[in-house]
């Protein structure tokens, strides 16, 4: 029998079995696997190929239709395809407006509904396109070097606006070198760096650009850019009323490149002068002017130096006089602000204990919710997520549940319910015996802090008979999972697991107390204790088998998972995804040391090598006795696959079973393509497989 150190914390944990029938010892033989046609039944390592999602909706000014983003998974090409359909508000039409293998993304309609702008890359490079709505005809507007984003029509459908990035022509050194002879076949020529942020997982050593503002003629022609200097002009785009200025936000300060939040809004007449609206400390965001063109609607954060900071809802009069928050009494992050046709309110987005929801907001600060449950467009983990868009009377929102991924609903006339338009996946999971979710309310151990998690059931879970059990972590650690479909989850129940996850403190969606519970502090004894507690009731309500415990985690759930193990041998295995091992070596190596050094961290790490050793899991590595598989992408930037080789170095000189599996030209999302979503899950089952 393997025996557990207790930590006196309240430990607890998950585990995933099927395989081992009760009563079974150690190194008892598993027993012969299901036939086919019993496991077909279940969530399969296939289906996730199969798997399709609705996202980015947009509501004609009528709010008679919705556009929106129907997102496939391809087999054939590892990839994910994105087509734009449209469906009736009413639920009487449902059809594809632009399919095929190539990308057609943001559909943006013109204000007068006749048209739809919308991006795609079936001409090579991603381009612009209108498309007229009575006759189908498609016209090419752009011919552009870069991608384009952020498309904003003008006022009186005249004009389209972007935002695309600019390369910088300045070379830092006048090196002159030998003529090359013709046919010689010289190295590469030098790169120079000479800027602070260089680098960004998923696009490796960047070229120094900065992204502006341009417009372009919507019947085609020549873009045009209207805003200038070597700063960068990100987000969404407003154009005043009056079609002469573009509104948006930028950090125009010299020392931009270490003001990680601060920026504020800026209106660029279409001639290229520069007005500046706001100047507050913090960050000033996601613009969006009024029906009337009177007032400005915008999102603020402030500057204090602190991991999580709520994203407030201001309105602005257009000079950038009289301003108001219309969220100060909610203990939130609201998001995507959008007026109503009468201009007498917004409609926001917010995250409430892991489910988002719409909510509006009169200009007198009164709010109420207008539809709830949006998620289901993360595949892979159970994260928040989901979009809207507001028009006509009409909300329209993508929203899944704990067993579909998000399809598209729309909520018109007030209090009537919500209307289902698409069911896009009963073609693949109606016929599927799927996991089964349920909610579990717990203590911390620690502290007493409440602790939001869920658990789900294999199918055919018989109730009072224990289970092995998977802990899963999610990442950020400023991230959120809820109630919402798990491809990988659900492959995980389908093999006879319970998995267990939970919002352990430092989740957003629960007020901004409890998201700086851990400040300065990530990993640490807290976090851990949140995890066990969760586990250890389930172990008490006879769920979860105590002795078939294991632990899973990707980014700062891989740092919460390497750190468990250094403080319980509770866990029979370990499969640490993308993590952080050293942070004194994380933050000088990954891209993300600019934010998060001022906002995570004490100070520098050569002033505060102590502390920045004490959250490290290496520092915890002499007690680790679990075995562990690594996985990372091997072109990981944001937490480098040097990290994972260190654990390995150390748990192989401590002779612990362990397996480093990497993934081939993968940034830091290993999953972001179904065939590695597979590989990961599969490769984590085979590996606690071996230790049941």
Known sequence: MIKYRNTGLGVGLMALLLTVPTGAQEGDAAPTAQPMAETARYFQAADVFELEYAASPAVSPDGKWVAYVRRSNDIMTDGTRSNIWIAAADGSDHRPLLSGTHAFYAPTWSPDGKRLAYLSNIEGKTQLF???????????????????????????????????????KDTPLKVKMPPKPKGAKWSPPVKYITKARYQADGRGILEPAYTHVFVVP???????????????????????????????????????EYEGRESDLYAFSLDGSIRQITSAPGAEFSPSVSPDGKLIAYLKMDDQKLAYRNDYLHVIKLDGSDDQNLSADIDNSLGSPIWDEKGKGLYYQMTVRGVDQVGYVSLSGSHRTVAMGLGGTSLGRPYSSGSYDAAGGTVAFTKGNPSRPADLYVARGGKAMPRQLTMLNEDALGHKDLAELHEIIYSSSIDGEEIQGWYLTPPGYEAGKKYPTILEIHGGPHLSYGPHFSAEMQ???????????????????????????????????????DHMSGLDALIEQGIADGDQLYITGGSAGGIASAYAIGLTDRFRAAAVAKPVINWISKVLTADSYLGQIPFQFPGMPWDNVEHYWKRSPLSLVGNVTTPTMLITGEADRRTPISETEQFYQA????KVDTIMVRVPDSPHGIAGKPSRLV??????LAWFDRYK
């Open 130 to 168: 209108v498309r007229w709505m009575d006759t189908g005809q498609t016209a090419l507007v752009s011919n552009l070097q870069a991608s384009p984003s952020g498309v904003t029509w003008s006022p009186d459908g005249s004009m389209i606006a972007f935002t695309m990035s600019v390369p910088e």
């Open 218 to 256: 919507s019947l085609g022609g020549t873009a045009r850019q209207i805003s200038s200097g070597n700063y960068n002009h990100r987000g969404s785009l407003a154009f005043t009323s009056d079609g002469k200025e573009i509104i948006v936000s930028a950090n125009r300060s010299d020392n931009w």
């Open 491 to 529: 492959r995980f129940a389908a093999e006879g697991y319970v998995v267990f996850y939970d919002n352990h403190r430092g989740s957003t969606s629960y007020g901004e107390r409890f998201a700086l519970l851990l400040q300065n502090k990530y990993s640490s004894e807290y976090d851990f204790a």
């Open 651 to 654: 748990l192989k000189l401590r």
């Open 679 to 684: 590989a990961k899950v599969e490769n984590i």
